[in-house]
């Protein structure tokens, strides 16, 4: 009940894979052997075509560290990092895996180490939803929408870092197991059960939530 909730979240904010012709990365398929070239030049020394990958990724980099770290405000900085960190580590790609198992492997790292510091240091988050409501939408149908988000947004926040990441790739991204496992560095065996235990950890989440949020639920209770 609560994953179609999750994935109702991935529609409300348009994830990439729902985009017909487009992989997980959020590029469409044609473009794969477009970034391939694109690397090529990169390894060559040619900064002008990392300027058109980051042209072509930006977006969806954007939104999948969104989805991952979970704060807004702290995308940009880490987009920035995500994007150094590519620079360098796209010397060794050898185009073993498909670019946007590479592209998130360097957004999970960044994120992972995100997250870990971000749980060493609480503080208190500014959630915003990004801004992707259609013009002519139902107003009450994009605060229900905003509520809905917000809500697997706490529920996600619940989940270990590494939980987290194996989630979002799996229920917002579309990844399956075996690419995940590369692009987290894990094997397939140990995604599927984190991805495992992160259910059962959202779904509990998302019902004291959802409980919370109702009348005489754990706000109202005595």
């Excluded at 960044?110 to 939803?129: I, T, Y």
């Excluded at 894990?186 to 998302?206: D, I, Y």
Aim: aromatic share 8%; charged share 30%; proline share 4%.
């Amino acid at each position: 009940m609560f994953l179609r909730g999750a994935r109702s979240f991935a529609h409300v904010t348009r994830l990439p894979e729902e985009r017909r012709g487009r992989d997980a990365s959020g590029v469409p398929a044609q473009d794969e052997v477009r970034l391939q070239a694109l690397v090529r030049r990169i390894q060559e020394g040619d900064l002008t075509a990392f300027e058109q990958l980051y042209a072509l990724t930006q977006a969806d980099a954007s939104r999948t560290l969104w989805h991952l770290v979970g704060n807004r405000v702290d995308v940009e900085d880490l987009l920035q990092e995500a994007y150094l960190r590519l620079l360098t580590a796209v010397k060794s790609y050898r185009g073993e895996s498909r670019f946007r198992t590479f592209f998130y492997r360097v957004c999970s790292n960044v994120a992972l180490s995100h997250l870990r510091w971000k749980r060493r240091r609480p503080e208190d988050s500014v959630w915003e939803l990004p801004e992707t409501a259609a013009e002519g939408d139902d107003p009450e149908r994009v605060a229900s929408r905003r509520q809905a988000a917000r809500l697997v947004e706490l529920a996600l926040e619940r989940l270990k870092p590494k939980k987290r990441i194996v989630f979002v790739y799996y229920e917002l991204c579309g990844m399956s197991p075996d690419e995940i496992a590369d692009a987290v560095g894990s094997s397939p065996n140990t995604v599927r059960s984190r991805l495992h235990h992160a259910r059962l950890e959202f779904n509990e989440a998302m019902q004291r939530l959802l409980g919370a949020d109702r009348p005489g639920g754990f706000h109202g209770a005595t």
